[in-house]
Each structure stands twice: as structure tokens, then as C-alpha cells.
């Protein structure tokens, strides 16, 4: 049992460039989400997920696209990037509505020059 | 919004000492809080998660509380040790909410 796993680890990319972050969970969860995480601020949600098909906005949404395709999948997507993008990117997943624990993922550092 | 405050950011203590980490948030309309470790490089590990109709929650040497009312929790740290050294989070969810809302976090470093 993984856990939540992130692909890839580390990434540094050049203004303009596209990339697909990769979450996956192996605990059958019905909720994800992608939390980036900058120094001084707390993590604050991208998008996330209630099941599979299904995507919504969080807090910071501009950017970003997001599917979820397979229920063990969540995908997160930057089609242009830009420096302001650069971050920790986190996802986590939640079983459903009677449980609040999230389960994180250890983490993507993405650095756009 | 909810805006969650975490003071202070970092925090030194030597070994054994007993430490509280202070957690406020603004709007007291919360469905439950929780309390997250960070090891540095790492994701965050959920330590105590309290629902907004309890006051305190336990597991080993953490204690965390919650005020509602006040909008203030605290994670009570016993017999502190150099691996409890990390960042601590504290995050809150709203009713019919999907997302939680974060701290910025407060280091601790505990001495040997």
C-alpha cells in the first residue's frame, strides 16, 4: 500500500513550457485535491476532485487544468508556465464525506525559469 | 474568507520540555480542525484531527484543543524529542466545505 505517489519529484522548466503533474492513490479515495505550497504562505488549494470525472476550482485555479480520468489518478496540468507558478505542489486524497483525514503526497518542487 | 494564524513561525526548545503550538483562525464556522507535521522535503502526516463538537483530542504525547468560540487551538507537545523537530500545521475545514484552509506553519526545533 503506496500511499499517495507523485511524478515526478523534482522539474525545472523554461517560461512557456507545458508539463503534466502526476498524483496516483492506491486507498480506493474518492476526494483529491493539489495544494500548492509557497515560503510565508499556507498551502492553498488548486483543484480538486469529488470522484472520478468529476474537477472543480479551489483558491488559486488561474493556470492550472486538472482531470480525473481514473479514480486513482489526479492530474495536474500547466499549458504555459510562468515563473509565479514556480512552488511545492502537494496532492492529497480523502476517502469521502465521513472521514476529514487527507492523506498527502510527498511532494513535487517545480522551479519555471 | 478564513484566514488561519500560526505564531510563532519557529520555535527552539531543549529536550523534555513541554511546548504549546497556538493555532487562531477568523471565522469560529468551522467543521472541524486539524494539526499536520512537516518534515522537511517531505508531505504533511496528519497528527490529531478535532471536530468542531469536541474540545480536545489525544494520541500519545500530543495533545491538541479547540475553542471554537474563541477561534483558537492548541497542540500540547509532552516530553519533547529531537524527532518531534519539524514544522507543525494547523488547517481548517468549513461546513459543506471540500477544501481546508492552512496555516503558514511554526518550526520546531527541539535540542538535544
Known amino acids: 500500500n503506496a500511499g499517495v505517489t507523485q511524478t515526478p519529484k523534482f522539474r525545472v522548466l523554461k517560461t512557456g513550457q507545458s508539463m503534466t503533474l502526476l498524483c496516483a492513490q492506491d486507498m480506493n479515495h474518492e476526494y483529491m485535491y493539489w495544494y500548492r505550497q509557497d515560503p510565508g504562505m499556507g498551502l492553498r488549494l488548486i483543484h480538486y476532485?469529488?470522484?472520478?470525472?468529476?474537477?472543480a476550482k479551489g483558491e488559486v485555479p488561474d493556470g492550472y487544468n486538472v482531470s480525473r480520468l481514473k479514480k486513482q489518478n489526479f492530474l495536474l496540468g500547466l499549458e504555459s508556465a510562468a515563473p509565479s507558478q514556480t512552488s511545492v505542489y502537494f496532492c492529497?486524497?480523502?476517502?469521502?464525506?465521513?472521514?476529514?483525514?487527507?492523506?498527502f503526497g510527498p511532494g513535487t518542487r517545480l522551479t519555471v525559469l | 474568507k478564513q484566514e488561519v494564524t500560526q505564531i510563532p513561525a519557529a520555535l527552539s526548545v531543549p529536550e523534555g520540555e513541554n511546548l504549546v503550538l497556538n493555532c487562531s483562525f477568523t471565522?469560529?464556522?468551522?467543521?472541524?480542525l486539524q494539526w499536520f507535521r512537516q518534515d522537511p522535503g517531505k508531505g504533511l502526516t496528519s497528527l490529531l484531527l478535532i471536530q468542531s463538537s469536541q474540545r480536545e483530542q489525544t494520541s500519545g504525547r500530543l495533545n491538541a484543543s479547540l475553542d471554537k468560540s474563541s477561534g483558537r487551538s492548541t497542540l500540547y507537545i509532552a516530553a519533547s524529542q529531537p524527532g518531534d523537530s519539524a514544522t507543525y500545521l494547523c488547517?481548517?475545514?468549513?461546513?459543506?466545505?471540500?477544501?481546508?484552509?492552512f496555516g503558514t506553519g511554526t518550526r520546531l526545533t527541539v535540542i538535544p
Open positions: 471565522d469560529s464556522a468551522i467543521y472541524n
Open positions: 492529497a486524497s480523502r476517502g469521502d464525506m465521513s472521514t476529514d483525514t487527507q492523506y
Open positions: 476532485s469529488v470522484g472520478e470525472g468529476t474537477t
Open positions: 488547517a481548517v475545514r468549513g461546513p459543506g466545505a471540500n477544501n481546508l484552509f
